[in-house]
């Protein structure tokens, strides 16, 4: 059992990443693509214009989207790449997935480490009491801190 002073009922607030970037649902994939390949291979979180989240575009939604056949939810025969990218109608909204799961800025990193392990999940969105994105936390992240505190 751990003591009291235990690093790990911090907040997820002080060693979360903070978000800069989300998209609107009606950001096209040929946009979804870009950042992917610009800003590396993160989720994008996907939020309503008040900032509220609403899902998360996965790199497998992107290349998902892209070739179906690829992934657990593969869908069809690969597509034409420039005629998808074309496609005025494809956008964030149907592609992002919708479960990804969120934590409160406040809860504790105990509980975050609790959430991964249960629904294997290695990443979480941090969102505000309003439910507006604030940050990610990875348990990259976490292990690190815990190892900067003594814990591991």
């Known amino acids: 059992m751990a003591p009291p002073d235990d690093e790990r009922g911090d907040p997820i607030r002080s060693i979360m990443t903070p978000i800069i970037r989300t998209i609107p649902p009606n950001t096209p994939i040929r946009d979804l693509i870009e950042l992917a390949s610009d800003e590396g291979c993160g989720d994008i979180p996907v939020t309503a214009p008040d900032g509220t989240f609403l899902g998360v575009?996965?790199?497998l939604d992107v290349i998902g989207s892209i070739m179906p056949t690829v992934g657990i939810f593969g869908s069809g025969s690969a597509r034409c790449i420039t005629c998808h990218l074309k496609r005025e109608g494809a956008t964030a909204r149907e592609v992002m997935s919708r479960g990804h799961i969120t934590i409160h800025e406040d809860d504790s990193i105990n509980n975050?480490?609790?959430l991964m392990e249960r629904n294997r999940h290695d990443d979480l969105i941090v969102v505000n009491a309003e439910n507006k994105v604030?940050?990610?936390?990875?348990?990259?992240?976490?292990?690190r801190h815990l190892r900067l505190v003594g814990e591991l």
């Open 57 to 59: 575009i996965t790199p």
């Open 112 to 114: 975050a480490m609790q």
């Open 134 to 143: 604030v940050g990610r936390i990875e348990i990259c992240r976490i292990i």
